[in-house]
């Protein structure tokens, strides 16, 4: 449903964008995730015809964006991060104008209006100033003009910026709604709202695709937390030959078990190779020189561990060449 091919957006001699490529499927949706002048916000404002590439290519419901954007118009529904609404108009007058622009045909307006007025819950204040809405309602708004024309894809830029925990609950139960329909991409700095309602994400750094995964994908932890009673230097020695292992640390406060303990406990943190899994190893390892096994445990990795690990990389290279997708 979206597919951008190596585009690239250059201010002079600074890269906002370096080659990004993705692909996002009908149905899916998506979190477009990245810390601040990360490039999001650009790549979102050329797949909607707001702002010309420099290079690269990109086509959204199968239309180019670059050579039919009115096609693609017709098939996008976006909303900005700063929600652009007239303050002196009333929104259902605000959204049949809307509507107009959108060619919705004019026999369809007035029921185009209402069902996405009730599907954004936002009858209550239709017939309101815009100028007098609060924050949420104007979000609401906002993702009624989105709807009007019964697109195929949907890009959010920060949908729930602003607004209160009771609001940004609403705005994500109406995205989960949304994704029945539609295809969404979803940018957000607010990390349990992509593993909320996302299916899949992928991080942008630097005006470069970081990494993208899959929620199922980042459950699969490659960190095993070990408590053990045996000599910490042995341990840690026969551990770091076995096969899938990438390393082997003290594990710290934060990521040791809770479980009390003897006071000769080793507590260690390993990182494995994706898709390895040398818990039955370690067991058989331990049971044979006779050191006693007292926890071993997955640890279950967060969208935000993820997002500090790839940033800080990132941070670090400095400038050095990365590549186009990473794992973690």
């Given at each position: ?159 729930t910026v602003g607004l209160d925990p009771n609001q940004i609950r609403l705005v994500r139960d109406l995205i989960k709604d949304f994704g029945k329909s539609h295809t969404v991409l979803l940018s957000t700095h607010i990390l349990p709202e992509v593993e909320s309602v996302c299916e899949r994400f992928m991080i942008i750094n630097r005006g470069r695709v970081a990494a993208e995964m899959t929620m199922d994908e980042l459950q699969q932890s490659p960190f095993i937390d070990l408590e053990a009673v045996a000599p910490a230097a042995e341990l840690r020695a026969a551990i770091s030959k076995l096969d899938g292992v990438v390393s082997v640390q003290q594990a710290d406060a ?75």
């Amino acid at each position: 449903m979206i597919k951008v091919e190596n585009l690239t957006k250059a201010y002079g001699d600074f890269l906002a964008l370096d080659r990004v490529s993705f692909e996002v499927g009908e149905g899916e949706i998506v979190g477009f995730l990245g810390p601040n002048g990360a490039g999001k916000t650009t790549t979102m404002r050329i797949l909607t015809g707001f702002l010309p590439a420099t290079s690269g290519k990109a086509a959204l419901a199968g239309y180019d964006v670059f050579t039919q954007s009115m096609q693609v118009r017709q098939n996008v529904g976006y909303l900005p991060e700063n929600n652009p609404l007239y303050p002196e108009m009333r929104v259902r007058e605000y959204l049949m104008f809307r509507a107009k622009m959108k060619n919705v045909p004019r026999a369809e307006r007035r029921r185009r209006v209402f069902e996405s007025l009730e599907r954004c819950g936002g009858a209550e204040f239709a017939e309101q100033l815009i100028g007098t809405l609060s924050k949420g309602q104007r979000q609401r708004a906002g993702l009624a003009d989105c709807l009007l024309h019964n697109p195929q894809i949907l890009i959010l830029d920060e949908p729930t910026v602003g607004l209160d925990p009771n609001q940004i609950r609403l705005v994500r139960d109406l995205i989960k709604d949304f994704g029945k329909s539609h295809t969404v991409l979803l940018s957000t700095h607010i990390l349990p709202e992509v593993e909320s309602v996302c299916e899949r994400f992928m991080i942008i750094n630097r005006g470069r695709v970081a990494a993208e995964m899959t929620m199922d994908e980042l459950q699969q932890s490659p960190f095993i937390d070990l408590e053990a009673v045996a000599p910490a230097a042995e341990l840690r020695a026969a551990i770091s030959k076995l096969d899938g292992v990438v390393s082997v640390q003290q594990a710290d406060a934060a990521t040791a078990p809770d479980a009390a303990t003897a006071s000769d406990a080793c507590r260690l943190s390993l990182e494995l190779k994706a898709g390895i899994d040398v818990r039955a190893k370690l067991h058989s390892m331990m049971v044979e020189r006779q050191w006693q096994l007292l926890e071993l445990r997955r640890r279950a990795l967060t969208l935000e561990d993820v997002f500090v690990r790839i940033t800080a990389q990132d941070e670090a290279a400095a400038g050095a060449p990365v590549e186009a997708k990473e794992a973690v």
